[in-house]
């Protein structure tokens, strides 16, 4: 019996080291893929992130794959993190819908680039539709091998609720000159109809990815794909180069922060 109970907590260990390994590995080939170098956590993100839509679907997680570096851009120096949340969400074996119209969720795992730029923006949230939009439950499958989905769904539990929705946006998509399929939220309309006029709307056009986000807030652009993770390191490049092309968008419409910082880009 001991040697039973010896053997199980090798094996668990085992099992630990290795899964550990393959996510360093992951790591590794995603930031080497990315042009980036793997960091140990998101200590040195601005605080911005957790204001986002994305944090309030999200509830909060647990990093992974994480990387980070400077990038050099016609704009200037842009600061990115690349890395996948898994939400507390998912750990807890619920999903969140962002309460705007029309409504949209995210994946219980979510890859995220976030951008910290020369500028400093009121909350906008840019939605590409997408799988997100169609508030699709968990699969079958996903809900049987979780062990708290299956608890809830043994308990008659609630999966789905609605998320609190940021006060720094409306519910309602503005009305602005956006390409097909795309969408904004904001409570300072006029700035989504300035970055669109100064050639932001072609940079969307460009980067028509499915069930994309792009949230501007403060000095961050934060970007990712809603309804799921990205698998593998060319996809993580992928989109951490969709995110460098909204960023040069971003800054080419926008203009800089004075040395004391202290410009809000806005119309008013």
């Known amino acids: 019996m001991v040697w039973r109970l010896i053997g199980g907590l090798a094996s668990g260990v085992a099992f630990l080291v290795g899964r550990r390994a393959y996510r360093k590995k992951g790591q590794e080939s995603a930031a080497r893929a990315a042009g980036l170098e793997p960091t140990d956590d998101l200590t040195h993100v601005p605080r911005a992130l957790q204001q986002t839509a994305l944090w309030s679907l999200a ?32 750990r807890r074996g619920e999903w969140a819908f962002l309460p705007v119209e029309p409504p949209f969720r995210i994946g219980g795992v979510v890859s995220v680039v976030v951008c910290e730029v020369d500028r400093r923006f009121p909350h906008v949230l840019f939605k590409h539709a997408g799988r997100g939009d169609e508030l699709l439950d968990d699969e079958l499958l996903d809900r049987l091998i979780h062990v708290a989905k299956a608890a809830r769904d043994r308990l008659g539990m609630k999966r789905a609720y609605p998320s609190e929705l940021p006060g720094t946006l409306a519910n309602q998509p503005v009305s602005a000159s956006l390409p097909p399929h795309w969408r904004a939220y904001t409570r300072t309309p006029e700035l989504v109809e300035m970055l669109a006029a100064a050639g932001l709307r072609t940079v969307l056009e460009q980067a028509s990815r499915r069930d994309l986000v792009i949230e501007l807030l403060e000095r961050v652009v934060v970007v990712y794909p809603a309804a799921r993770d990205v698998v593998g390191p060319d996809a993580f490049a992928d989109l951490t180069a969709t995110a460098l092309q909204i ?15 202290i410009e809000h880009v806005t119309t008013s």
């Open 59 to 90: 509830d909060g997680g647990f990093e992974r794959r994480v990387m980070h570096g400077k990038v050099a851009r016609t704009g200037g120096d842009v600061s990115i993190t690349a890395f996948d949340l898994e939400t507390l969400r998912e």
């Open 247 to 261: 960023v040069d968008g971003v800054l080419a419409a926008s203009p800089p922060l004075t040395p004391r910082g």
